[in-house]
């Protein structure tokens, strides 16, 4: 029943993410752009090892929005639209040339926490950088190098 229930959900969110929201007609689909994307996965995993006791989430995420339901208590589902940006100001000698997000899905200690890198759009003119959370992101800061090759982070900021 679950996963009937599950893959009703994800028909919903698939087709969801390809309706234009200024159409007045749900019927007409709109032209998808290099970076929309839908997908879906179990945070946790689906084949856990038997000892495992964490909680069957599933996560559906489009390149807009993000949706996460556990399971085993349908109370506890989070929707929400991701929008995650960070600015930045250059000197004249270094310009930035790219940007990164770098996140965990991971608790516990930072140190045995495995971190991503992923890389972000950046936008010169308006001095920032944009990108998607993954579902399920704890923590996230980014990274910004300059045509020296040199880094400098954004503040950490935590997802409750």
């Not at 038997?50 to 069957?56: E, P």
Request: charged share 20%; net charge positive; with cysteine.
């Amino acid at each position: 029943m679950i996963k009937k229930s599950l893959l009703c959900l994800i028909c919903i969110f698939t087709l969801l993410g390809t309706v234009d929201a200024k159409d007045s007609s749900a019927s007409e689909k709109s032209v998808l752009g290099a970076n929309d994307y839908t997908y879906s996965c179990w945070l946790n995993g689906w084949r856990k090892n038997a000892n495992d006791s964490s909680a069957d989430v599933f996560a559906i995420e489009t390149s807009h929005y993000g949706f996460s339901l556990d399971v085993g208590d349908f109370r506890k589902l989070g929707l929400a639209r991701l929008t995650n940006s960070a600015s930045y100001s250059d000197s004249d000698q270094a310009p930035v040339v790219k940007a990164e997000l770098i996140y965990t899905t991971a608790t516990g200690k930072w140190s045995d926490r495995p971190w991503t890198v992923k890389t972000a759009s950046l936008d010169r003119r308006q001095k920032s950088a944009t990108a998607t959370l993954p579902m399920g992101t704890k923590v996230y800061y980014f990274n910004f190098v300059d045509n020296r090759n040199l880094r400098v982070s954004s503040t950490l900021t935590e997802i409750p």
